[in-house]
Protein backbone atom coordinates (compact mmCIF):
# COMPACT_ATOMS: atom_id res chain seq x y z
CA UNK A 1 0.00 0.00 0.00
CA UNK A 2 0.91 4.03 -0.71
CA UNK A 3 -0.88 4.83 2.28
CA UNK A 4 1.19 6.99 4.75
CA UNK A 5 1.75 6.02 7.58
CA UNK A 6 1.79 8.69 10.97
CA UNK A 7 2.57 8.46 14.56
CA UNK A 8 1.99 8.83 17.26
CA UNK A 9 -1.81 8.00 16.82
CA UNK A 10 -2.71 10.15 19.61
CA UNK A 11 -0.80 13.04 21.30
CA UNK A 12 -1.92 15.04 24.58
CA UNK A 13 -0.24 17.85 25.41
CA UNK A 14 -0.51 21.17 27.75
CA UNK A 15 -0.71 24.31 26.20
CA UNK A 16 2.45 26.29 25.31
CA UNK A 17 4.26 22.96 24.84
CA UNK A 18 5.53 21.35 21.34
CA UNK A 19 3.77 19.02 18.82
CA UNK A 20 5.65 16.92 16.87
CA UNK A 21 3.60 14.21 14.53
CA UNK A 22 5.78 12.54 11.94
CA UNK A 23 4.59 10.76 8.43
CA UNK A 24 6.17 7.85 6.74
CA UNK A 25 5.61 7.18 3.02
CA UNK A 26 6.88 4.15 0.47
CA UNK A 27 7.20 5.64 -2.75
CA UNK A 28 8.47 8.86 -4.74
CA UNK A 29 6.42 11.73 -4.17
CA UNK A 30 5.57 15.23 -5.63
CA UNK A 31 4.26 16.59 -2.67
CA UNK A 32 3.34 16.27 0.75
CA UNK A 33 0.37 17.76 2.33
CA UNK A 34 -0.60 18.28 6.03
CA UNK A 35 -4.71 18.48 6.94
CA UNK A 36 -6.12 19.38 10.02
CA UNK A 37 -9.66 18.10 10.49
CA UNK A 38 -11.62 19.18 13.69
CA UNK A 39 -14.14 17.04 15.17
CA UNK A 40 -17.37 16.56 13.17
CA UNK A 41 -15.68 18.73 10.40
CA UNK A 42 -14.03 18.44 7.11
CA UNK A 43 -10.06 18.39 6.41
CA UNK A 44 -8.53 22.23 5.77
CA UNK A 45 -5.52 22.66 4.48
CA UNK A 46 -2.30 23.88 6.52
CA UNK A 47 0.61 23.60 4.68
CA UNK A 48 2.14 21.81 0.84
CA UNK A 49 6.14 21.01 0.38
CA UNK A 50 7.58 20.08 -2.72
CA UNK A 51 9.64 17.12 -2.94
CA UNK A 52 12.42 19.48 -3.76
CA UNK A 53 11.82 21.23 -0.62
CA UNK A 54 13.43 19.99 2.87
CA UNK A 55 11.67 22.59 5.62
CA UNK A 56 8.72 24.81 4.85
CA UNK A 57 7.45 27.39 7.73
CA UNK A 58 3.25 28.55 8.09
CA UNK A 59 2.87 30.99 11.15
CA UNK A 60 3.33 28.46 14.03
CA UNK A 61 3.66 25.60 11.70
CA UNK A 62 6.92 24.09 10.80
CA UNK A 63 6.98 20.75 8.07
CA UNK A 64 10.20 19.17 7.16
CA UNK A 65 10.65 16.68 4.61
CA UNK A 66 13.46 14.04 4.27
CA UNK A 67 13.05 12.24 0.80
CA UNK A 68 15.76 10.16 1.45
CA UNK A 69 13.52 8.54 4.37
CA UNK A 70 10.57 8.94 2.93
CA UNK A 71 9.34 10.83 6.18
CA UNK A 72 7.79 14.30 7.01
CA UNK A 73 7.39 15.84 10.27
CA UNK A 74 4.72 18.50 11.29
CA UNK A 75 6.21 20.73 13.89
CA UNK A 76 2.82 22.73 15.86
CA UNK A 77 4.94 25.45 18.20
CA UNK A 78 2.94 27.04 21.34
CA UNK A 79 -0.02 24.57 20.94
CA UNK A 80 -3.28 26.43 22.22
CA UNK A 81 -6.07 24.38 23.09
CA UNK A 82 -7.73 25.34 19.33
CA UNK A 83 -5.10 23.47 18.00
CA UNK A 84 -7.03 20.04 19.22
CA UNK A 85 -8.00 17.83 16.36
CA UNK A 86 -6.53 15.80 13.78
CA UNK A 87 -4.00 15.74 12.25
CA UNK A 88 -3.29 14.27 8.36
CA UNK A 89 -0.51 13.80 6.30
CA UNK A 90 -1.34 13.44 2.56
CA UNK A 91 1.34 12.20 -0.05
CA UNK A 92 0.47 13.16 -3.98
CA UNK A 93 2.07 10.42 -6.44
CA UNK A 94 1.67 12.70 -9.26
CA UNK A 95 -1.57 10.05 -10.41
CA UNK A 96 -3.55 13.59 -11.67
CA UNK A 97 -4.33 14.78 -8.64
CA UNK A 98 -4.87 11.42 -6.09
CA UNK A 99 -3.95 12.13 -2.64
CA UNK A 100 -3.42 9.21 -0.09
CA UNK A 101 -3.86 9.61 3.28
CA UNK A 102 -2.27 8.42 6.30
CA UNK A 103 -4.38 7.73 9.22
CA UNK A 104 -3.58 10.76 11.30
CA UNK A 105 -2.63 11.94 14.50
CA UNK A 106 -5.14 12.80 17.38
CA UNK A 107 -3.93 15.82 19.16
CA UNK A 108 -5.20 16.74 22.63
CA UNK A 109 -4.18 20.22 24.08
CA UNK A 110 -5.27 21.15 27.52
CA UNK A 111 -5.98 24.25 28.58
CA UNK B 1 -19.74 32.45 1.76
CA UNK B 2 -19.12 28.48 1.42
CA UNK B 3 -16.21 27.71 -0.89
CA UNK B 4 -17.35 24.06 -0.87
CA UNK B 5 -21.06 22.81 0.16
CA UNK B 6 -22.47 19.48 0.28
CA UNK B 7 -25.97 18.69 0.93
CA UNK B 8 -27.49 16.87 3.12
CA UNK B 9 -25.27 16.97 6.10
CA UNK B 10 -26.83 14.16 7.80
CA UNK B 11 -28.86 11.19 6.13
CA UNK B 12 -30.28 8.12 7.29
CA UNK B 13 -31.72 5.75 5.22
CA UNK B 14 -32.51 1.31 4.96
CA UNK B 15 -30.89 -0.38 3.36
CA UNK B 16 -31.77 -1.61 -0.35
CA UNK B 17 -32.72 2.63 -0.45
CA UNK B 18 -31.23 4.63 -3.26
CA UNK B 19 -29.59 7.59 -2.51
CA UNK B 20 -27.29 11.12 -3.56
CA UNK B 21 -25.41 13.31 -1.92
CA UNK B 22 -24.96 16.76 -3.50
CA UNK B 23 -21.60 19.01 -3.63
CA UNK B 24 -20.82 22.18 -5.27
CA UNK B 25 -17.63 24.77 -5.01
CA UNK B 26 -17.92 27.85 -6.31
CA UNK B 27 -13.87 28.36 -6.26
CA UNK B 28 -13.90 27.82 -9.60
CA UNK B 29 -11.97 24.96 -9.55
CA UNK B 30 -11.36 22.19 -12.76
CA UNK B 31 -11.42 19.36 -10.20
CA UNK B 32 -13.43 17.73 -7.87
CA UNK B 33 -12.98 14.42 -5.55
CA UNK B 34 -15.37 12.67 -3.64
CA UNK B 35 -13.77 10.60 -0.30
CA UNK B 36 -14.82 8.17 2.06
CA UNK B 37 -14.05 8.32 5.70
CA UNK B 38 -14.82 5.21 7.91
CA UNK B 39 -15.38 4.53 11.56
CA UNK B 40 -11.42 4.63 12.16
CA UNK B 41 -10.89 8.00 9.80
CA UNK B 42 -9.58 6.17 7.37
CA UNK B 43 -10.18 8.60 4.39
CA UNK B 44 -9.53 7.06 1.06
CA UNK B 45 -10.79 8.90 -2.46
CA UNK B 46 -13.52 7.44 -4.59
CA UNK B 47 -13.58 9.58 -7.63
CA UNK B 48 -12.15 12.90 -9.22
CA UNK B 49 -13.91 14.68 -12.17
CA UNK B 50 -11.88 17.53 -13.45
CA UNK B 51 -14.22 19.78 -15.89
CA UNK B 52 -16.65 17.30 -15.99
CA UNK B 53 -14.27 14.45 -16.97
CA UNK B 54 -13.81 11.34 -14.83
CA UNK B 55 -10.22 11.04 -14.16
CA UNK B 56 -9.50 9.36 -10.89
CA UNK B 57 -12.13 5.94 -10.82
CA UNK B 58 -10.67 4.37 -7.44
CA UNK B 59 -12.14 0.29 -6.81
CA UNK B 60 -15.25 1.15 -5.64
CA UNK B 61 -18.46 -1.31 -6.62
CA UNK B 62 -20.36 0.17 -8.82
CA UNK B 63 -23.57 1.40 -6.66
CA UNK B 64 -21.53 4.34 -6.69
CA UNK B 65 -22.08 5.97 -9.72
CA UNK B 66 -20.68 10.05 -9.67
CA UNK B 67 -22.22 12.75 -12.01
CA UNK B 68 -21.09 16.16 -12.72
CA UNK B 69 -23.51 18.37 -14.78
CA UNK B 70 -20.91 20.92 -14.87
CA UNK B 71 -17.42 21.60 -13.58
CA UNK B 72 -18.88 23.17 -10.17
CA UNK B 73 -21.10 20.61 -8.75
CA UNK B 74 -20.32 16.80 -8.48
CA UNK B 75 -23.01 14.61 -7.17
CA UNK B 76 -22.95 11.08 -5.77
CA UNK B 77 -25.52 8.73 -6.44
CA UNK B 78 -25.56 5.50 -4.50
CA UNK B 79 -27.97 2.16 -5.11
CA UNK B 80 -28.92 -0.62 -3.26
CA UNK B 81 -27.33 0.88 0.07
CA UNK B 82 -25.83 -1.62 2.15
CA UNK B 83 -24.30 -0.74 5.83
CA UNK B 84 -20.77 -0.81 4.82
CA UNK B 85 -21.51 2.21 2.80
CA UNK B 86 -22.01 4.03 6.36
CA UNK B 87 -19.49 6.58 6.73
CA UNK B 88 -18.65 10.25 6.46
CA UNK B 89 -18.45 11.56 2.60
CA UNK B 90 -16.53 14.25 1.92
CA UNK B 91 -16.40 16.11 -1.39
CA UNK B 92 -13.20 18.11 -2.09
CA UNK B 93 -12.15 20.52 -4.82
CA UNK B 94 -8.59 21.67 -6.52
CA UNK B 95 -7.10 23.42 -9.43
CA UNK B 96 -5.86 21.09 -12.25
CA UNK B 97 -4.08 18.36 -9.97
CA UNK B 98 -0.89 18.53 -12.07
CA UNK B 99 -0.24 21.71 -10.16
CA UNK B 100 0.04 19.95 -6.92
CA UNK B 101 -2.29 22.18 -5.72
CA UNK B 102 -3.94 22.01 -2.04
CA UNK B 103 -7.65 20.41 -1.81
CA UNK B 104 -10.78 21.94 -0.34
CA UNK B 105 -12.69 20.24 1.19
CA UNK B 106 -16.62 20.24 1.94
CA UNK B 107 -18.51 19.74 5.64
CA UNK B 108 -19.14 16.25 4.52
CA UNK B 109 -22.11 13.68 4.95
CA UNK B 110 -22.75 11.53 7.51
CA UNK B 111 -24.47 8.47 5.87
CA UNK B 112 -26.04 5.99 8.38
CA UNK B 113 -27.65 2.95 6.49
CA UNK B 114 -29.52 0.90 8.88
Known amino acids: SQQGEEDPQALSIQEGENATMNCSYK?????LQWYRQNSGRGLVHLIL?????REKHSGRLRVTLDTSKKSSSLLITASRAADTASYFC???????????FGQGTILTVHP | DTAVSQTPKYLVTQMGNDKSIKCEQNLGHDTMYWYKQDSKKFLKIMFS???????INETVPNRFSPKSPDKAHLNLHINSLELGDSAVYFC?????????????FGPGTRLTVT
Open chain 1, 90 to 100: ATDFGMRGKLT
Open chain 1, 27 to 31: TSINN
Open chain 2, 49 to 55: YNNKELI
Open chain 2, 92 to 104: ASSQYPGQGNEQY
Open chain 1, 49 to 53: IRSNE
